[in-house]
């Protein structure tokens, strides 16, 4: 896919201030480390995960994806009578029906002209709702849009710890719900503009899309569960990446030292060192966030990109690639000139 006419305006975030560490999690845990004999620490040590974040009880997930777009709104001076469609792409809803998009779209009090629907994939449900945005902005049909994305984990650890813990010990069990912990919390929203409006001249250039679809059974879930074959999902989405990165750079017509900054979902550390050497690039064109934040799904790649633009890590003139990857397993990859 190649874009002519797409613009990145800006980015807003929120990150909720309730901090729960990878001891704490295992503190629940311990009466099953104990009768299996782990060890304190197998959390962080397998994924350097130290901490992540709840959202205070009360805040639904069309809270969180509202106020990263009122951030958004105010960083990029672009008012909400401008915004033509909103689209949700979050993993986490808040009810089956409506949409969450319905929620943030009255949270927000966009127009009613403005059209607003969910969009989801997993943790590439961030970049999947870019692609639709831009697609319908070089299609004419729109001007601008916001992509908005709200994860929260609380319900869901505490209730994978308390069946757990009330289960007779098993290896197996814990081993398959280990990866739910490595969660977190937190909301992103992007807006997106046609170059005739754009008062950034951000373009988003395109990108690329790959798939294993036969690999969709590796990690399924459910609000209160989930379960993941870890090892075989990491070696698998590692060659989804690679074959991505390929068709990407071919579709670009860019080679790896034509990328000055990227942006990447997070999973792991081993994954993400993995990753990167894998298609070839060095440590430190990335920004890493895993090991406070925890992977907070489809927000994780965005979210990163918004901190380093604020860090000054992300600066104007780079070119940017941003890596999704999420369970099924598909992968998008876009780039941009920033």
Not at 69 to 85: F, M, N, V, W, Y
Not at 126 to 141: R, T
Not at 255 to 261: M, P
Request: net charge negative; with cysteine.
């Amino acid at each position: 896919m190649r874009y002519e006419n797409v613009c990145i305006e800006g980015l807003g975030y929120v990150i909720p201030d309730h901090v729960v560490t990878s001891d704490w999690i295992e503190e629940q845990l311990a009466p099953i480390y104990s009768a299996l004999g782990i060890p304190a620490g197998r959390i962080e040590a397998l994924t350097k995960i130290k901490e992540r974040r709840w959202w205070d009880e009360g805040v639904m997930f069309s809270d969180s994806a509202a106020m990263a777009a009122e951030d958004a709104l105010e960083k990029t001076g672009i008012d909400r009578s401008e915004i033509q469609c909103l689209v949700n792409t979050s993993v986490c809803r808040d009810y089956l029906e409506p949409a969450t998009a319905v929620i943030v779209h009255a949270k927000l009090g966009l127009n009613p002209t403005a059209m607003n629907f969910d969009l989801t994939n997993a943790c590439v449900g961030f970049l999947s709702g870019m692609v639709v945005v831009a697609n319908m902005i070089e299609l004419g049909q729109i001007d601008t849009g916001i992509v908005v994305a709200g994860e929260g984990v609380r319900d869901g650890q505490l209730a994978t710890i308390r069946r757990i813990v009330s289960n007779p010990p098993d290896m197996r069990a814990l081993r398959e719900n280990l990866a739910t912990f490595t969660l977190g919390s937190g909301s992103v929203a992007m807006i997106l503009a046609h170059k005739s409006k754009s008062r950034t001249g951000k373009r988003l250039l395109g990108g690329y899309a790959y798939s294993q679809t036969q690999h969709y059974d590796l990690c399924v879930a459910q609000p209160d569960w989930m379960r993941t074959d870890s090892s075989t999902l990491l070696r698998e989405g590692l060659k989804v990446i690679v074959a991505a990165w390929k068709g990407f750079k071919k579709e670009l017509g860019w080679d790896n030292e034509t990328v000055d900054r990227l942006f990447t979902h997070q999973v792991s550390e081993k994954q993400r060192l993995m990753g990167l050497e894998m298609i070839g690039l060095p440590q430190g064109m990335d920004y890493p966030t895993l090991i406070y934040l925890g992977n907070i799904a489809s927000v994780s790649c965005p979210v990163s990109m918004a901190i380093a633009q604020e860090e000054g890590f992300l600066q104007d003139g780079d070119r940017v690639a941003m890596i999704g990857v999420g369970s099924g397993i598909n992968s998008i990859i876009l780039g941009a000139q920033w």
